[in-house]
């Protein structure tokens, strides 16, 4: 996104976190966002913020540490705040996924792991954070590293699509 604030990005005249909250608010009352800039801009969309506890923008699996540590339920659901197109059904498939299997479910296309799309019991924060001390830097691999259980998307399922560029808004 050219240095960029994805998750403030306007698509279809709202920002795409909105389009995020917009499903997840009726789902929760702990509604957490993992930001390291424009706190105030994302404090309209979320019961908490949570910051890395690093600076530089270290990538996923800290904002997800972060989040976890304040993280008022037993169960929370990962998701990345430029896939505006997520839908209701395919959290409540993870999270139904994740508490009958009592671990870790993460969305699937074919072969390719989507961390992103995520249901976690707060309890893997100790692993996690371990993992990150031990210099592990990729959210996917220390979730495959644990039970977790595959929720199988088609290859073509646009609720995972990402929005990762300037372009992609516009299409």
């Not at 404090?43 to 304040?70: H, M, N, R, S, Y």
């Not at 479910?105 to 371990?130: D, E, G, K, N, V």
Request: glycine letters at 6%.
């Amino acid at each position: 996104m050219g240095g960029r604030d994805k998750g403030l990005e306007l698509w279809r005249g709202e920002p795409l976190i909105a389009h995020v909250q917009k499903v997840v608010r009726p789902l929760t009352d702990d509604l957490i966002i993992s930001c390291n800039r424009n706190q105030a801009a994302y404090q309209a969309f979320a019961d908490q913020l949570a910051g890395d506890a690093e600076p530089g923008f270290p990538g996923p699996l800290a904002g997800v540490i972060a989040g976890l540590a304040l993280a008022r339920h037993p169960w929370v659901l990962i998701l990345a705040c430029d896939a505006p197109r997520v839908d209701a059904p395919l959290l409540d498939e993870l999270l139904k996924l994740a508490v009958i299997h009592d671990s870790a479910a993460m969305a699937r296309q074919a072969t390719y792991w989507q961390p992103m799309f995520s249901a976690l019991p707060r309890r893997l924060l100790p692993q996690l954070q371990q993992a990150w001390q031990h210099g592990e830097r990729s959210l996917q691999r220390v979730l495959l590293n644990t039970d977790v259980q595959a929720l199988d998307c088609a290859e073509d399922d646009a609720r995972l699509s990402n929005f990762n560029s300037p372009q992609w808004l516009e299409r």
